[in-house]
Nanobody
Framework: QGQLVESGGGLVQPGGSLRLSCAAS????????IGWFRQAPGKEGEGVSC????????YYADSVKGRFTISRDNAKNTVYLQMNSLKPEGTAVYYC??????????????????WGQGTQVTVSS
């Protein structure tokens, strides 16, 4: 049975950086568009970023554009989310999800059919 495991979360000061990883086992990520979605307590969830499988198109939510970078390493069957210049409003549980559907630079939900367990990111001084 397939599994997604996120890692790399933690406590970071505002302005700091973290790199989240999403490692897949039991299936190959190559075949799927993949996304990162975050959920903060009491707030609506947000599709942060996702990447297609066909042409490598990427999508970023306006709230993270210019600060976050999504990438995939097919050899390692892993997807990354590099997060720079983190803000307190970035505090949330970050989930990796596969098969997120259509991804264009201007439109994507980053909501898929298969999810990891999430990793907590806390941005606080």
């Amino acid at each position: 049975q397939g599994q997604l495991v996120e890692s790399g979360g933690g406590l970071v000061q505002p302005g700091g950086s973290l790199r989240l990883s999403c490692a897949a086992s039991g299936f190959t990520l190559d075949y799927y568009a993949i996304g990162w979605f975050r959920q903060a307590p009491g707030k609506e969830g947000e599709g942060v970023s996702c990447v297609s499988t066909s042409d490598g198109s990427t999508y970023y939510a306006d709230s993270v554009k210019g600060r976050f970078t999504i990438s995939r390493d097919n050899a390692k069957n892993t997807v990354y989310l590099q997060m720079n210049s983190l803000k307190p409003e970035g505090t949330a549980v970050y989930y990796c999800t596969t098969d997120v559907g259509i991804v264009t630079p201007h439109r994507a939900t980053c909501i898929g059919d298969f999810w990891g367990q999430g990793t907590q990111v806390t941005v606080s001084s």
